[in-house]
């Protein structure tokens, strides 16, 4: 038997090489999955599990030290401060319309930026942080009518409902423009 191994010549095998380089260059197939997928803070509101997005999130803080304000919407909780910055605090289930279970230890305010505000969400409980892909959130379910439909980014198929921060800061319902005559 012959042996038909040739050596390319010197042209072909840098153009062989080159084609290598690019291949092995491209970046991989793993970057593309992990660009297109959330990391989201989950927690629960009123034995629902929500998320939001971690990129909004600044800090998770106790509910400590709250000071209720007079001439809010009922759902402004209050302010905090929070290393000398004062920060105002809703509470979601108010805002969504949801039962209300009352304050206990267990609740947190999540610290949010966005839309050059800075607030605190309240939260009954503190689930953790997950990644899902994107293609995996599925429009509105039917039983979630009203104003939460209008906040959601979607819902996953474990019920998980992925709230849009940008739509909830925008809303000029959270801004409160009250002022007390004297």
């Given at each position: 038997m012959k042996d038909e191994t040739r050596i390319p010549a010197a042209p072909e095998a840098r153009q062989?090489?080159?084609?290598?380089?690019?291949a092995l260059a491209r970046p991989p197939e793993r970057a593309a999955v992990a660009a297109a997928s959330l990391e989201l803070l989950e927690f629960r509101l009123a034995r629902e599990s929500y998320a939001l997005e971690t990129r909004y999130v600044r800090e998770v803080y106790p509910l400590k030290n709250l000071t209720p304000l007079p001439c809010t919407p009922p759902f402004v909780l209050g302010i905090v401060n929070v290393r000398g910055r004062i920060l105002p605090?809703?509470?979601?289930?108010?805002?969504?319309?949801?039962p209300e279970q009352g304050l206990t230890d267990l609740n947190r305010i999540i610290l949010v930026r966005g839309n050059d505000l800075e607030l605190g969400l309240l939260a009954d409980v503190i689930a953790g942080v997950r990644t899902i892909p994107v293609d995996s959130l599925q429009p509105s379910l039917p039983t979630l009518t009203g104003i939460r439909a209008e906040y959601l980014k979607g819902v996953t198929a474990e019920r998980l409902v992925v709230l849009d921060l940008d739509r909830i800061l925008?809303?000029?319902k959270?801004?409160?423009?009250?002022?007390?005559?004297?």
């Amino acid at each position: 038997m012959k042996d038909e191994t040739r050596i390319p010549a010197a042209p072909e095998a840098r153009q062989i090489l080159r084609a290598r380089a690019q291949a092995l260059a491209r970046p991989p197939e793993r970057a593309a999955v992990a660009a297109a997928s959330l990391e989201l803070l989950e927690f629960r509101l009123a034995r629902e599990s929500y998320a939001l997005e971690t990129r909004y999130v600044r800090e998770v803080y106790p509910l400590k030290n709250l000071t209720p304000l007079p001439c809010t919407p009922p759902f402004v909780l209050g302010i905090v401060n929070v290393r000398g910055r004062i920060l105002p605090v809703l509470d979601l289930k108010k805002f969504f319309e949801l039962p209300e279970q009352g304050l206990t230890d267990l609740n947190r305010i999540i610290l949010v930026r966005g839309n050059d505000l800075e607030l605190g969400l309240l939260a009954d409980v503190i689930a953790g942080v997950r990644t899902i892909p994107v293609d995996s959130l599925q429009p509105s379910l039917p039983t979630l009518t009203g104003i939460r439909a209008e906040y959601l980014k979607g819902v996953t198929a474990e019920r998980l409902v992925v709230l849009d921060l940008d739509r909830i800061l925008a809303d000029p319902k959270i801004i409160v423009h009250e002022e007390v005559e004297n």
